[in-house]
């Protein structure tokens, strides 16, 4: 049974920062690419970034452009999101989530985890 | 950028059918993938590669792509199937989630 269980999130002051991490298990980590997706309060969901298996390709939203750095452990089946620069509208549930190979350079979400909420309000 | 765009509700009664529609520039030249979310918890996929039900999916949804427009269909609609349900499809290296449905069972 795969199993993405984030942690590190909570409330943080405009502008500050925050790490979360992702512990996987249940699945060959290192075959999957990963993804980081949100959801603000009553919202939809916004994809944030992913890596590559190898973590040789990353790709960002434009909304998190050059403050969010996503990266990964294969040895720890661990995956990381650091957050600087913090703000409102970054509050979210973020998930962590493994991505799925559907052809045609086509990409799904096959597991989720069960979220995390981050708060940036001062 | 790529946008997808679904119609904010759909109301459907216990029984019957209710197709949900993600419309896209040229959609049917990719690949869409569809997320049932219930309140308070987690997306879950409910089908890959247009139309394709992934284990423990039950068998009255269904998904079609074409054109400019993918369907999400559920015949037969339970009350449990009331949810949000989300669009996602990628497109140039970025991954795009629709904008989302809310399905009421009347």
């Known amino acids: 049974q795969v199993q993405l269980v984030e942690s590190g999130g909570g409330l943080v002051k405009p502008g500050g920062s925050l790490r979360l991490s992702c512990e996987a298990s249940g699945l060959s980590f290192s075959d999957y690419y990963m993804s980081w997706i949100r959801q603000a309060p009553g919202k939809g969901l916004e994809w944030v970034s992913y890596v590559s298996s190898s973590g040789t390709s990353i790709y960002y939203a434009d909304s998190v452009k050059g403050r969010f750095t996503i990266s990964r452990d294969n040895a720890k089946n661990s995956l990381y999101l650091q957050m600087n620069s913090l703000r409102a509208e970054d509050t979210a549930v973020y998930y962590c989530a493994s991505l799925a190979y559907y052809g045609s350079g086509s990409y799904g979400v096959d597991h989720w985890g069960q979220g995390i909420l981050v708060t940036v309000s001062s | 950028s790529y946008e997808l765009t679904q119609p904010p509700s759909v109301s459907v009664s216990p029984g019957q059918t209710a197709s949900i529609t993600c419309s896209g520039h040229?959609?049917?030249?990719?690949?869409v993938c569809w997320y049932q979310q219930k309140p308070g918890q987690s997306p879950v996929l409910v089908i890959y590669q247009d139309s394709e039900r992934p284990s423990g999916i039950p068998e009255r949804f269904s998904g079609s792509n074409s054109g400019n427009t993918a369907t999400l269909t559920i015949s037969g609609t339970q009350a449990m199937d009331e949810a949000d349900y989300y669009c996602q499809a990628w497109d140039r290296s970025t991954n795009v989630f629709g904008t989302g449905t809310k399905v009421t069972v009347l």
């Open positions: 040229k959609l049917g030249d990719k690949y």
